[in-house]
Each structure stands twice: as C-alpha cells, then as structure tokens.
C-alpha cells in the first residue's frame, strides 16, 4: 500500500504525525467496493449520522491519496488524516462477509 506524494495542490505539513496505514486486505477490499460501484474514483471517509462512514469521493485539494496496485482506493481529506494517525485500516471477517475495520 501506497500513499500518493504531495502534488502542488496538497498540503504535507503533518509530517510530524504517525502515519495511516492500510493493510493489503483493506486496499484489497477497497478495490473491489470501487469495482461494484463506480461511482466515484476512490473511498473517501466522512462523519456521517452513524459515526465514520465512506463514500465514494473524487479527489480534492488537499487530499492524500491512498493506493493499491498502483489504484487510488482511499482519499483523506487533512481533517481527517489527523483524525486517523497512528490508526491502521484492516479487514474483519464476519457473518456477512469482509468488513473494514480501523484499530
């Protein structure tokens, strides 16, 4: 898992920040959510009325770009980059099937 560099449009002064980190499962995961729904470029985390909930998003000034397989699957807007430092996205195996999971 990649995290896309800066471009002239983002900012990086976070630096000091642990990183987020996504495993290969949730990269994975991700990959296959934007292939049954492409209405969106990526996954992009929000604040919705049940807490953290995703979306599918474009990428967006400011943004970190997460990728898999040379795919972006994750966007981070800086809000919530520092909300999600140090936290890692992995996957959870449960009755319904596959679910991410933050720890």
């Not at 900012?11 to 996504?22: K, N, P, Q, V, W």
């Not at 992009?44 to 000034?61: D, I």
């Amino acid at each position: 898992m990649t995290t896309h560099p800066p471009g002239p449009e983002e900012e990086d002064d976070d630096e000091e920040l642990a990183a987020f980190e996504i495993s290969e499962a949730a990269g994975a995961l991700l990959a296959q959510m934007l292939d049954r729904d492409t209405v969106g470029s990526a996954v992009r985390f929000v604040f919705g009325l049940s807490g953290l909930e995703q979306q599918p998003s474009a990428f967006l000034p400011g943004d970190t770009a997460y990728r898999y397989q040379g795919r972006t699957v994750l966007l981070l807007d800086a809000t919530m980059k520092r909300m999600l430092a140090g936290k890692t996205l992995d996957v959870e195996i449960t009755d319904d099937g596959p679910r991410l999971h933050l720890s």
